[in-house]
């Protein structure tokens, strides 16, 4: 028992204490005069040591030995002081106060607490949330923390560059004040659809406008934030500017549309029949389509399609294209290749929607009575089905060098007995109301 009454703690409770209890007689004696158990385990020695050693063995070295005394010299009590005892790895904090004993001798009172374990989890801590925080201020993405409002609550540093305000500026502010109104709604549209169906909204395309006036296109992410209990409590955005990717797929894009048009210009200079044809059937089903309200990536899809369904027809002899007369079978098997020649032609180019297959399918009927696979309507796509109707309904209309153009009435009656059965009925329905719409007249020419 080393612990006196000093303490006011009796000696079995200062021994199962785990702070370790000291008291150091400074000048002219300069040793421990009491200790319990605990003190001894955090510097590592003996009793019988201790007794030996001067109040530098709880310093890792003499700079922190002397801001220790500095501290304790200026007469208050010195609180959670870190250091590790000489030779020691684990932390301590050690808290100590002057004091004097009733024959007047100065000493040192002091607790000393192990600290290891809060000293490894903080620096756990500071290590994550600055590998964190430069993760993110390194990213070359804006990535943006937002409350339930679609508040700004913490953003990196692309993003706040982005706006071109200061980081102070930001919080607390939602995206009606970095983009137009319409912009802005969108997105706080997403923020509350992520927050209200917990579902994330992956890789959303959008065209922004940023501060400094510039436009460009970013692809985004947003995922429901949740609290420890589980609830929503906002979300978290990622945004990538994919403006140049975007220009360069415009470009590969631009290039693959202007081969295809030039062998549509090769067509028509073959047969220019075959090619006012197509230039109508491209006008009827854009019509069409407008009225599915489609995208416009869509329409500019169906827009090709009408322009490029018959280019096939470029391996099929003239005097057989616009022959007056009955066609032998072969002949008129060779015509029905068409589709499927087209087809191959352009099955390799990548486009954003299904040109190629809407081509192949341009003569199937629904009730699987077309060509060249005999498809029914399941299989058959949207776009072929607006393709058939167009092509039917100019066709008919038209003048051919084997026959005088048929009239709009013969192509209505056609177009209604065939509805549901060779023809999609909502596309006829749709092709029927925009001829009446225009007077009975063809509207494709207007
Ligand atoms: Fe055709
Ligand atoms: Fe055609």
Redesign the pocket.
């Known amino acids: 028992m080393k612990v006196n009454n000093h303490f006011q703690l009796t000696s079995v409770v200062a021994d199962n204490l785990e702070a370790g209890l000291f008291r150091y007689s400074l000048a002219p004696d300069n040793k421990f005069i009491s200790f319990n158990n605990s003190f001894l385990k955090l510097v590592g020695c003996t009793g019988v040591e201790l007794s030996l050693k001067k109040i530098d063995i709880l310093f890792s070295s003499f700079s922190d030995k002397n801001i220790f005394f500095n501290l304790l010299n200026r007469g208050g009590p010195v609180r959670l002081f870190h250091t590790k005892p000489k030779d020691k790895d684990d932390w301590v904090a050690v808290s100590a106060a002057i004091v004097y004993t009733q024959d007047k001798q100065k000493i040192i009172e002091g607790l000393v607490q192990d600290i290891s374990h809060q000293k490894k989890m903080h620096d756990h801590i500071f290590v994550e949330k600055h590998f964190l925080e430069n993760l993110l201020d390194n990213l070359p993405d804006a990535v943006y923390f937002k409350d339930i409002e679609s508040r700004i609550i913490k953003a990196n540093r692309f993003y706040i560059q982005g706006t071109g305000l200061a980081k102070e500026e930001i919080m607390g502010k939602t995206d009606f004040d970095f983009f137009s109104f319409e912009q802005a709604q969108e997105m706080f549209k997403d923020d509350q659809q992520v927050i209200s169906s917990g579902k994330p909204l992956v890789g959303k395309i959008e065209k922004t406008t940023l501060s400094d006036g510039s436009k460009n296109q970013v692809i985004t992410t947003k995922i429901p934030m949740h609290d420890k209990q589980g609830k929503i409590i906002g979300t978290m955005g990622i945004t990538r500017d994919i403006t140049a990717h975007a220009n360069l797929e415009e470009e590969k894009f631009s290039m693959m549309i202007n081969t295809l048009e030039v062998l549509g210009k090769a067509l028509e200079l073959r047969d220019p029949y075959?090619f006012n044809?197509?230039r109508f059937?491209s006008k009827i089903a854009q019509d069409i389509a407008s009225e599915l309200r489609w995208d416009a990536h869509r329409l500019l899809g169906i827009k090709l399609a009408g322009e490029l369904?018959?280019l096939g027809k470029i391996a099929i002899p003239i005097d057989i294209l616009n022959r007056p007369g009955k066609l032998s079978d072969l002949e008129y098997s060779l015509i029905k290749e068409h589709s499927h020649s087209c087809y191959e032609l352009m099955k390799d180019f990548a486009f954003p929607f299904p040109l190629a297959k809407a081509v192949y399918q341009?003569h199937e009927r629904i009730d699987g009575s077309g060509y060249p696979q005999g498809l029914t309507s399941k299989e058959i796509i949207t776009e072929a089905k607006v393709l058939a109707v167009s092509?039917v309904l100019?066709?008919m209309t038209s003048h051919r060098p084997y026959r005088e153009a048929l009239g709009i009435e013969n192509a209505k009656a056609e177009l209604k007995s065939g509805r549901g059965s060779k023809y999609d009925p909502e596309i006829v329905d749709i092709a029927i109301d925009l001829i009446e719409k225009n007077d009975n007249k063809i509207f494709w020419k207007n």
């Open positions: 075959t044809h197509t059937v369904h018959d341009h092509d100019e066709a």
